[in-house]
Antibody
Framework: EVQLVQSGAEVKKPGESLKISCRVS????????IGWVRQIPGKGLEWMGS????????RYSPSFQGQVTISADKSISTAYLQWSSLKASDTAMYYC??????????????WGQGTLVTVSS | QSVLTQPPSASGTPGQRVTISCSGS????????LNWYQQLPGTAPKLLIH???QRPSGVPDRFSGSKSGTSASLAISGLQSEDEADYYC???????????FGGGTKLTVL
């Protein structure tokens, strides 16, 4: 059974750093992309970026380029999303999801349960 | 700002048929397949329809998808109270070179 299990909720102050995780099981971690999706409370879904753990190829949405860093550790089948200096506007639910895409076709098929990040002074 | 456009809300009574629209562009829906996700309150999104009109295993056949040109629709027949959720369309965008989502439609079962 494919599972993506995310780290727990975080409460941080502006300016602090943070790294949240997404541990996968039930399939070979290095054979598909993992995407990160932001959902601000009461709002819609936004793709932030994706990583292919097989070769660490990483793509970012222009809206998030330079704002976050996506990485992966193949040895423990875990993907990460990190911030070096959080802002109040980073308060949101963050989801990881398995992502497939090829010419003309894309799909997020399995999702993590979400990690709520709250940034407040 | 979402590049796929959905109505913010939709509603229906139990047993009714409801449709939710999703409008995009040539670089998104016009060139790529379309997926639908259901997000029940307080939960993660769940894949409902993929590749325009394919249901994953376990999704009731009350849910169906269609696409024509740069627009798509999700239809829910025999509406049930448990269908009350947010629904998102999603596709690939060739200009962004990444996946995009619609703004979401909140479905209320009256």
């Amino acid at each position: 059974e494919v599972q993506l299990v995310q780290s727990g909720a975080e409460v941080k102050k502006p300016g602090e750093s943070l790294k949240i995780s997404c541990r996968v099981s039930g399939y070979v971690f290095t054979t598909s992309w993992i995407g990160w999706v932001r959902q601000i409370p009461g709002k819609g879904l936004e793709w932030m970026g994706s990583i292919y753990p097989g070769d660490s190829d990483t793509r970012y949405s222009p809206s998030f380029q330079g704002q976050v860093t996506i990485s992966a550790d193949k040895s423990i089948s875990t993907a990460y999303l990190q911030w070096s200096s959080l802002k109040a506007s980073d308060t949101a639910m963050y989801y990881c999801a398995r992502l497939w895409f090829s010419s003309g076709w894309t799909l997020f098929d399995y999702w993590g349960q979400g990690t709520l990040v709250t940034v407040s002074s | 700002q979402s590049v796929l456009t959905q109505p913010p809300s939709a509603s229906g009574t139990p047993g009714q048929r409801v449709t939710i629209s999703c409008s995009g562009s040539r670089s998104s829906i016009g060139s790529n397949t379309l997926n639908w996700y259901q997000q029940l309150p307080g939960t993660a999104p769940k894949l409902l329809i993929h590749s325009d009109n394919q249901r994953p295993s376990g999704v009731p056949d009350r849910f169906s998808g269609s696409k024509s040109g740069t627009s798509a629709s999700l239809a829910i027949s025999g509406l049930q109270s448990e269908d009350e959720a947010d629904y998102y369309c999603a596709s690939w965008d060739d200009s962004l070179n990444g996946p995009i989502f619609g703004g979401g439609t909140k479905l209320t079962v009256l």
